[in-house]
């Protein structure tokens, strides 16, 4: 079998694995050390395992990781999601489909303290799903909406998804965090828009909910300020060079942390609580990653996403045809796999491919403007049925509702999230504006 065989083998054993709900990290180092193997021989691979460990975790960038993490568990134990729902209900919950729309702002504030789409839907729902509940929302509405809105939590900045995209490509991690705030406000103002459409197609499906005083409104966004300050701080700290994307994330992880005990009242057990859950999820994730370095490797070695390269350049398609097909096979493997494995699993081949195509941008700019599209297609994953992740999280928080609802509920916000990919695969300035400013 040739090298280049080996690799396709690779690829197609890993997704095998995978879809068999075999862990995605033991699913990559598996796969990469047999075909590390067959490539190179045993003796090379445990002179790999012997190094690669350590040059990989050794990195003082992947710290921000578990930082990121713990600024959104603070978050949780502290209570900011009610503080930020109570804030967005206040000055929308009297518009149409306003709970929902408010459920909408909230995720997107919370998105702005926490890097993870399933802790974003989960904590939020806790909030606004008994609230839509309470004024006779449609259970597809408030359902779809709330898993829709989870996603906000990795497209608005931090990002876990664009962190270790930006350590995979050696990109920077502010470039990145700058490039998604004008795709995750598009995000937020398209499922508003849709939750707008939606109660005007079908008014039942959400109640009116009276109208909050100005007093009310100032008293609950004073609540919420300080939140928004820690957000600002941070991504115009590594926006503006003041610090590195690892100091913003341990003063966002600080300053959280302080919120949440003075203001939102968490004590040791809460603290012991957020640190072992970051413990935790840091661990899976490290797992993952390293899976990911030795398939990675192994991938290289069988010359196959170079050659796959070259073979795809010199097809007589335009550019752009092949990375709306690049986008295709993610809203595929959206369906049945995990955001995390899918990134991983395909960068080694799709960033290669993407590198050798003529699209008039530089080197930087097409991985930046990839990586967007990379972490938009990841969150329509999120929620395509009928293995989105986030469905099955609201499912957990709401058992007497089918999923067939939640299902019926979350298609329209699907067909903008597509509609969101197209405009910006057409208009790469969405994403590459505000990099180019810094």
Same mark, same amino acid.
Not at 1 to 6: C, H, L, P
Not at 52 to 63: A, E, H
Not at 74 to 80: I, Q, S, V
Not at 375 to 384: A, D, Q, Y
């Given at each position: 079998?040739?090298?280049?065989?080996?690799g396709?083998?690779?690829?197609?054993?890993?997704?095998?694995?995978?879809?068999?709900?075999?862990?995605?990290?033991?699913?990559?180092?598996?796969?990469?050390?047999?075909?590390?193997?067959?490539?190179?021989?045993? /003796?090379?691979?445990?002179?790999?395992?012997?190094t690669?460990?350590?040059?990989?975790?050794?990195?003082?960038?992947?710290?921000v990781?578990?930082?990121?993490l713990?600024?959104?568990d603070?978050?949780?134990?502290?209570?900011?999601n009610?503080?930020?729902?109570?804030?967005? #209900?206040?000055?929308?919950?009297?518009?149409?489909?306003?709970?929902?729309?408010?459920?909408?702002?909230?995720?997107?504030?919370?998105?702005?303290?926490?890097?993870?789409?399933?802790?974003?839907?989960?904590?939020?729902?806790?909030?606004?799903?008994?609230?839509?509940r309470r004024?006779?929302?449609?259970?597809a509405?408030?359902t779809?909406? !709330?898993?829709?809105?989870?996603?906000?939590?990795?497209l608005?900045?931090?990002?876990?998804?664009?962190?270790?995209?930006?350590?995979?490509?050696?990109?920077?991690?502010?470039?990145?965090?700058?490039?998604?705030?004008?795709?995750?406000?598009?995000?937020?103002?398209?499922?508003? !828009?849709?939750?707008?459409?939606?109660?005007?197609?079908?008014?039942?499906?959400?109640?009116?909910?009276?109208?909050?005083?100005?007093?009310?409104?100032?008293?609950?966004?004073?609540?919420?300020?300080?939140?928004?300050?820690?957000?600002?701080?941070?991504?115009?700290g590594?926006?503006?060079?003041?610090?590195?994307?690892?100091?913003?994330a341990?003063i966002?992880?600080?300053?959280?942390?302080?919120?949440?005990?003075?203001?939102?009242?968490? #004590?040791?057990?809460?603290?012991?609580?957020?640190?072992?859950?970051?413990?935790?999820?840091?661990?899976?994730?490290?797992?993952?990653?390293?899976?990911?370095?030795?398939?990675s490797?192994?991938?290289?070695?069988?010359?196959?996403?170079?050659?796959?390269?070259?073979?795809?350049?010199?097809?007589?398609?335009?550019?752009l045809?092949?990375?709306?097909?690049?986008?295709?096979?993610?809203?595929?493997?959206?369906?049945?796999?995990?955001?995390?494995?899918?990134?991983?699993?395909?960068?080694?081949?799709?960033v290669?491919l993407?590198l050798?195509? /003529?699209?008039?941008? /530089?080197?930087?700019?097409?991985l930046?403007?990839?990586?967007?599209?990379v972490?938009?297609?990841?969150?329509?994953?999120?929620?395509?049925?009928?293995f989105?992740?986030?469905?099955?999280?609201?499912?957990?928080?709401?058992k007497?509702?089918?999923?067939?609802?939640?299902?019926?509920?979350?298609?329209?916000?699907?067909?903008? /999230?597509?509609?969101?990919?197209?405009?910006?695969l057409l208009?790469?300035? !969405?994403?590459l504006?505000?990099?180019?400013?810094?």
């Open positions: 079998m040739s090298n280049f065989a080996i396709l083998t690779m690829f197609g054993g890993a997704l095998a694995l995978i879809a068999l709900r075999m862990p995605v990290g033991i699913a990559m180092l598996l796969v990469g050390g047999l075909g590390y193997a067959e490539i190179s021989g045993w /003796d090379r691979l445990f002179a790999t395992l012997n690669l460990t350590f040059s990989r975790f050794s990195s003082y960038t992947l710290s990781i578990p930082l990121f713990l600024m959104g603070f978050a949780t134990k502290g209570g900011m009610r503080a930020l729902f109570r804030c967005a #209900r206040a000055w929308m919950g009297h518009w149409r489909g306003g709970l929902a729309v408010a459920s909408i702002g909230g995720c997107a504030a919370f998105g702005a303290i926490c890097g993870s789409s399933l802790a974003t839907a989960a904590t939020m729902s806790q909030v606004a799903l008994p609230e839509m004024h006779g929302y449609s259970p509405l408030s779809g909406t !709330l898993a829709a809105g989870g996603t906000l939590g990795i608005i900045p931090p990002s876990v998804i664009l962190v270790i995209y930006a350590i995979y490509t050696e990109m920077s991690i502010g470039a990145l965090f700058v490039a998604a705030v004008i795709p995750g406000l598009i995000a937020t103002a398209g499922y508003m !828009l849709v939750v707008n459409i939606y109660t005007r197609l079908s008014p039942g499906a959400a109640p009116p909910a009276e109208r909050v005083p100005y007093r009310e409104r100032l008293r609950a966004t004073a609540e919420v300020w300080p939140v928004m300050m820690v957000f600002v701080i941070v991504v115009t590594i926006y503006g060079g003041w610090f590195s994307a690892t100091e913003g341990a966002g992880a600080a300053a959280t942390g302080i919120l949440a005990v003075v203001l939102g009242g968490m #004590r040791w057990q809460g603290l012991k609580e957020s640190l072992l859950s970051t413990a935790e999820t840091t661990g899976l994730i490290f797992l993952v990653l390293l899976g990911a370095e030795l398939f490797a192994a991938l290289a070695l069988s010359h196959l996403p170079s050659e796959l390269s070259a073979m795809v350049a010199a097809l007589p398609i335009p550019p045809a092949i990375l709306a097909a690049i986008i295709l096979v993610y809203l595929i493997l959206g369906c049945f796999m995990e955001s995390m494995a899918m990134v991983l699993l395909t960068l080694p081949i799709f290669p993407m050798g195509l /003529d699209f008039g941008l /530089d080197r930087t700019q097409v930046v403007w990839f990586g967007i599209l972490l938009m297609s990841v969150e329509v994953g999120m929620i395509s049925p009928p989105g992740l986030n469905l099955f999280v609201i499912n957990a928080m709401a007497d509702i089918p999923m067939g609802e939640t299902y019926r509920g979350v298609l329209p916000f699907c067909l903008a /999230d597509i509609l969101r990919i197209v405009i910006l208009f790469p300035a !969405l994403s504006w505000l990099p180019g400013l810094w």
